[in-house]
């Protein structure tokens, strides 16, 4: 069964980075979809940033990511990296990758355990 390795969490100070990973235990399927996720406290899931598509993909980032989050993937590790930069107080979060991947007769959302970035002085 698939599962994802997601990394790259942490403690960050307001205007800094971090970089997430995320890494699909299994070769053997298409990646429809693949990108992060996360929920604040107090607040509903919500989508940060996603790849889909083939080739380059079609991306779709959330509002308050545009233009400092930056998702990218590689197809031949089947990993999906999200660079979070300007990093706000209002990033912190667990952050969840999912993937929409397609076997030989059954596609399935997969879901990361989630990571934790924080965000503060």
């Known amino acids: 069964q698939v599962q994802l390795v997601e990394s790259g969490g942490g403690l960050v100070h307001p205007g800094g980075s971090l970089r997430l990973s995320c890494a699909a235990s299994?070769?053997?399927?298409?990646?429809?979809?693949m990108g992060w996720y996360r929920r604040a406290p107090g607040k509903q899931r919500e989508l940060v940033a996603l790849?889909?598509?083939?080739?380059?993909?079609?991306?779709t980032y959330a509002d308050s990511a545009k233009g400092r989050f930056t998702i990218s993937r590689d197809n031949a590790k089947n990993t999906v990296t999200l660079q979070m930069n300007s990093l706000k107080p209002e990033d912190t979060a667990v952050y969840y990758c999912?993937?929409?991947?397609?076997?030989?007769?059954?596609?399935?959302?997969?879901w990361g355990q989630g990571t934790q970035v924080t965000v503060s002085s």
């Open positions: 299994q070769s053997s399927f298409s990646i429809k979809a």
């Open positions: 999912y993937a929409l991947l397609s076997g030989l007769i059954s596609v399935n959302p997969y």
């Open positions: 790849l889909s598509g083939a080739g380059v993909g079609t991306t």
